[in-house]
């Protein structure tokens, strides 16, 4: 073999080069087989069926479960949607329960509908899929009367006090000069009024509701004529016969709401002439809801109702009352002692309407909150459960939100025409108050927000938990008694004794304080326990 040149002994570094092999690609084929797609069973057991979706209702995932598709939560309640106040401090509390961050929830801002969205706004966030979680089939209340008979009477004139869209959504300066709201449509016809004021019919005839056709110059504030559109397509879902449904909301996109829809968009686009439409398609479902009800079919749709829907609830709870009532005043609400069994926040609606379903709460039956906000829990356990519901509130701001919310309950539920079961809001201290301790002796199930409540405060309701009758449920969401308690011979006399506890998860946006999950509490009284133990031991004294 010949000799590699070198370069001063060495072998020649090109000449190496020219003499390596080449590299070879090696390649490989994976097959991939995807998995089989889970598709969630629904529940056939549905009180009442819906002619027509409702797109502002969230829109299930691969779980099961709902979420929306609007901006980020800031909060879950209104101005005509926004969110609740929360409050950081129980956070604070519980920091070994809470180790993520969590968020400051922000009560003045606005959830928005899907009407709104299609007006041009755009979240772009892909929200993270969630575990797939098998839901119990809900119970159906055969007792309840959902239709109030009165409100669908021609003996009933309808001349009740209640606060129209027109009341916080209009043109007008404020009282400090300030203008919040313009005209929606700007690009007017002749003959098209600047910021007309229009009415839009409910199931009920008793009264419409005025509304301004304009649009906050903050779009975090109440939005006209997106609830507009809202409250159509709830009518059509749940009190329209499938045919007049379809004209109200077709899946081809001919029917009302879509027009509306289109409408609003051409007008805030600027194009001519769309403000002349869009009142004529309100006039025109005015028309068809008022034949519906002379030829009852609107009496018999709700007739069909055994509960009221949470998307409804929600609608006529959040996105209505409290945005006619707490959202305006909403400063009131953050006016607590810090650090105190007075800070405020609020479970959220999703997280009450499992509260009653794990609870089954029926219209038959007594529900109780102590420590009630503005009221929210009460207002909703009446409205989806028909039950007997009380609210006890020490703090005489949340108090007075509460009262206004329960006045403006009682319009909306006529103007909906359903029949809520009886409410009653009591401020006081429910340790001290004679009416709320003698009610809760015939309470079905109590709920107890004592996330933030001191200890000496969660003591000295141990001792409220003896006055409770037999079978008694109580929701919390710290527990009296822990899972892991035991029974005795030197605790025998603790009244946490009388409980049986279950441990239930808490997920994610069902309070207002924070989006992270957590646990909850469901206590029931039931003494059997206590009483075996006594008997084994040779029968201790009783507390």
């Not at 027509?52 to 209702?57: G, H, M, V």
């Not at 609606?349 to 029926?362: H, M």
């Not at 006045?407 to 201290?429: M, N, S, V, Y």
């Not at 405060?457 to 003896?466: A, C, D, E, M, P």
Request: charged share 30%.
């Amino acid at each position: 073999m010949p000799s590699m040149p070198t370069t001063e002994g060495r072998p020649s570094f090109d000449n190496m080069k020219k003499r390596k092999a080449p590299l070879k690609m090696a390649t490989k084929t994976v097959t991939i087989t995807s998995a089989p797609r889970l598709v969630p069973r629904l529940s056939s057991s549905a009180p009442i069926s819906r002619s027509i979706p409702i797109s502002e209702s969230p829109k299930p995932t691969s779980n099961g479960h709902s979420r929306t598709t609007s901006k980020p939560r800031k909060s879950s309640t209104p101005i005509s949607g926004s969110s609740r106040q929360g409050s950081k401090e129980p956070v604070q509390r519980i920091k070994k329960d809470q180790q993520s961050r969590t968020k400051q929830s922000s009560p003045a801002r606005y959830t928005p509908l899907e009407s709104d969205k299609s007006e041009g706004e755009d979240d772009g966030v892909d929200k993270p899929r969630k575990r797939t979680r098998l839901e119990p089939e809900k119970e159906i209340d055969e007792k309840r009367k959902v239709r109030d008979v009165q409100a669908f009477s021609q003996d009933d004139d309808g001349g009740f006090h209640m606060i129209h869209a027109y009341d916080i959504a209009n043109n007008k300066p404020d009282e400090h000069g300030r203008t919040k709201y313009e005209a929606f449509f700007t690009a007017l016809n002749v003959e098209e009024e600047e910021c007309p004021t229009i009415e839009l019919q409910y199931p009920t005839s008793l009264q419409a509701e005025k509304y301004q056709l304009v649009k906050p110059t903050d779009a975090a504030d109440f939005r006209p004529i997106g609830e507009i559109q809202e409250n159509i397509k709830f009518m059509a879902a749940y009190y329209l016969d499938s045919a007049s449904a379809e004209k109200v909301h077709s899946e081809y996109g001919s029917g009302i709401v879509q027009k509306l829809l289109s409408h609003a968009k051409a007008g805030k686009n600027g194009k001519v002439g769309h403000q002349s439409q869009f009142v004529e398609l309100v006039n025109q479902f005015n028309a068809l809801l008022a034949e519906k009800r002379r030829d009852g079919t609107i009496a018999r749709k709700v007739d069909q109702m055994r509960r009221v829907d949470l998307p409804l609830v929600n609608h006529i709870i959040k996105n209505q009352i409290y945005a006619r009532t707490v959202s305006p005043r909403v400063n009131l609400v953050r006016q607590y002692e810090g650090f105190s069994d007075n800070v405020y926040g609020e479970l959220l609606p999703k997280f009450l309407n499992k509260i009653f379903e794990e609870t089954r709460l029926r219209s038959d039956q007594v529900f109780v909150d102590l420590g009630s906000g503005v009221g929210n829990c009460v207002l909703q356990a009446a409205l989806e459960t028909g039950c007997e519901s009380w609210g006890c509130e020490m703090m005489k701001n949340c108090h007075a939100l509460a009262d206004l919310q329960a006045t403006e309950f009682a319009a909306r539920c006529r103007l909906w025409g359903i029949k809520p079961g009886r409410i009653r809001l009591i401020h006081g201290d429910f340790l001290e108050n004679r009416e709320i301790r003698e009610v809760l002796k015939r309470a079905d199930v109590v709920l107890i927000n004592n996330q933030a409540f001191t200890a000496k405060l969660n003591n000295s309701l141990t001792q409220v938990i003896l006055d409770l009758k037999e079978g008694c449920q109580i929701v919390s969401l710290k527990p009296f008694r822990s899972p892991t308690h035991q029974i005795k011979t030197t605790n025998v006399n603790d009244p946490i004794n009388v409980l049986q506890v279950t441990e239930k998860d808490r997920f994610s946006a069902m309070v207002s304080w924070t989006d992270d999950s957590g646990y909850w509490y469901l206590q029931r009284k039931d003494g059997r326990e206590l009483q075996a133990f006594m008997e084994r031991h040779g029968g201790f004294e009783k507390c």
